[in-house]
């Protein structure tokens, strides 16, 4: 069967590929990872006077950056994700990864979560309202991707660290005054401006990462089967 594009996320036991490079249920599935190390990296420049005071500001964006280790696997589990990542030519091309805790919300969630009004990239918190059609909700700890119909560019992954509603809020919010409404905070802060309408991504958000090496690398025990692992850095387009 013809397909009209070749898949571009790391294989994983959700996501199945073919021998032909497409995403198909009927491709192989993906290895589990055994272990993910995941951190967030945000460069800052430090100074202190004599007499003790401190001056700190963001000197770059801030970027994910994912360690994945797998359980020895053998060559028909190997093989897909090795000539995938083959295909990347190491941090030439990159490509995008769904980690297993951040594949669905803390709590059962469906219906469309949307920006209520347009932001401007740095905002740290914005408002999304329609919250009474949607089942269950989005927590601190969830990962979301943002879907801007004016800006196909906008990849980047965040993760929502405080939930705001009519009830608990500042006391400074005037905005968040309704019932269907809530205001996520969010790390990092926006990095491109999002349209209103623009609608969250909270089930399998993806990472968009590349390699942190140009060598690929595995090893084989006595046993037949192959040692990998693979380290990732968020990449943005």
């Known amino acids: 069967m013809a397909f009209s594009d070749f898949a571009n996320r790391l294989p994983d036991p959700n996501y199945k590929i073919t021998e032909a490079g497409d995403n198909s249920s009927s491709g192989i599935a993906g290895p589990g990872f055994s272990s993910v190390k995941f951190s967030s990296e945000q460069p800052v420049s430090i100074s202190r006077t004599n007499s003790g005071r401190v001056s700190t500001r963001a000197i770059v964006g801030q970027k994910w950056t994912i360690d994945i280790t797998y359980n020895p696997m053998t060559r028909d589990e190997f093989e897909p994700v090795f000539n995938f990542l083959l295909e990347k030519r190491g941090r030439l091309k990159p490509f995008f990864v769904v980690l297993p805790q951040y594949s669905s919300a803390r709590t059962t969630t469906s219906g469309t979560i949307s920006v209520q009004s347009a932001?401007?990239?740095?905002?740290?918190?914005?408002?999304?309202?329609?919250?009474?059609?949607?089942?269950?909700?989005?927590?601190p700890g969830d990962m979301i991707n943002i879907t801007d119909s004016s800006n196909s560019n906008h990849k980047k992954a965040y993760q929502i660290i405080r939930v705001n509603d009519s009830t608990n809020k500042l006391s400074t919010d005037s905005a968040l005054n309704t019932?269907?409404?809530?205001?996520?905070y969010i790390s990092p802060p926006l990095e491109k401006s999002v349209t209103s309408g623009s609608t969250l991504v909270y089930t399998n958000p993806l990472?968009?990462?590349i390699q942190k090496a140009d060598?690929?690398?595995?090893?084989?025990?006595t046993n037949n089967l192959y040692q990998y692992s693979l380290s990732l850095e968020e990449a943005q387009p």
């Not at 019932?179 to 996520?184: G, I, P, T, V």
């Not at 060598?215 to 025990?221: A, L, N, R, T, W």
Request: charged residues 25%.
């Open 207 to 209: 990472i968009r990462v």
């Open 119 to 139: 932001e401007s990239a740095g905002a740290s918190n914005f408002i999304v309202s329609g919250y009474d059609s949607v089942t269950g909700g989005l927590r």
């Open 179 to 184: 019932s269907d409404e809530r205001r996520f």
């Open 215 to 221: 060598v690929q690398e595995y090893s084989i025990g």
